[in-house]
């Protein structure tokens, strides 16, 4: 993200960066595109108030019993991190990190064909 901030409104609106319209949207896109249902999981870290968040990020396919293709790909995450300045953030790069997985299942396609 280099120097440069994200700038959030009153509403919580981004208006130069991902927000939880972006989340949404892009969950709908990875299920679309590959044919899964895209889900984020967000469990508390820590005990009490400290600890952060754990993101899960994961794409479940509809597969038979026996085959070699995952039923599950996910990625998993801690916020607060350097590299995002809020949760939607956060999230939403996590989804794009999900895709890059899905992609790895892909390039081990010979597995099963």
Known sequence: MGG???EI?????????????D???????????HSGRAGVTILPLGIGSSGGLSVSCSMMFD??????VPAVVSTES?????SHADLAG?????????DFEISKVYGNEALWK
């Open 4 to 6: 440069k901030k994200w």
């Open 9 to 21: 409104t009153a509403m919580g609106k981004s208006t130069n960066g991902p927000d939880w319209t």
């Open 23 to 33: 989340v949404e949207m892009m969950l709908r896109a990875l299920g679309a595109l």
């Open 63 to 68: 597969v038979l019993p026996g085959s070699s």
């Open 78 to 82: 801690t916020w607060p991190c350097n």
């Open 90 to 98: 956060h999230v939403f790069g996590g989804l794009h990190t999900l």
